[in-house]
């Protein structure tokens, strides 16, 4: 079983990546697990041309995607939407069908719920299984490790994610 995570954050080590990392420690030695964070690949505009393609292919090879994006006026970030847009010609040929996705978001005073429901949007047009998300809260570098629910609903979502995708194999 293979999971990506892809981190839409601005700061290859912000808050949303370390969230990915806390859900990815839950299933670690369950399921190959693979952290993108965009912010690696440049800022939008300036980014390695081939960035998408291969995140996407990535995507392709995944049995599930979770998610990460902090909250901009309650949407998923820029560099993440504008990968999620780079995805429409798999949404039309089914490319991500009957995987499994799971959204994770990170807020400094409100919103998260609301860019989570974004995401959920984008996994019921590529028709996968949403199995859920989860709302952090942090406004400092590091401050969601603070969070302990966050992080341990976040540990809780990536364990459900595995869970499924063993479930669908028996």
Request: net charge positive; charged share 25%.
């Amino acid at each position: 079983m293979r999971v990506l995570a892809i981190s839409g954050s601005p700061r290859a080590k912000g808050n949303t990546t370390v969230l990915l990392d806390e859900a990815l420690k839950a299933v670690r030695g369950r399921a190959q697990v693979d952290l993108v964070a965009l912010a690696d690949y440049g800022a939008p505009g300036r980014r390695n041309t081939d960035a998408f393609d291969i995140i996407t292919a990535k995507m392709r090879e995944a049995d599930a995607i979770l998610l990460g994006t902090p909250s901009h006026f309650g949407m998923p970030a820029a560099r993440l939407k504008a990968l999620l847009d780079a995805t429409w010609e798999d949404a039309r040929r089914g490319a991500f069908e009957g995987k499994v996705g799971a959204a994770l978001a990170v807020e400094s005073e409100s919103g998260g719920e609301l860019a989570c429901m974004g995401l959920a949007h984008f996994f019921a047009v590529h028709r996968m299984a949403f199995v859920g998300y989860v709302v952090g809260r942090a406004a400092r570098e590091g401050e969601i490790l603070m969070d302990l629910k966050a992080t341990r609903d976040a540990r809780a979502l990536a364990s459900r994610v595995v869970d499924y995708l063993a479930a669908q194999r028996r």
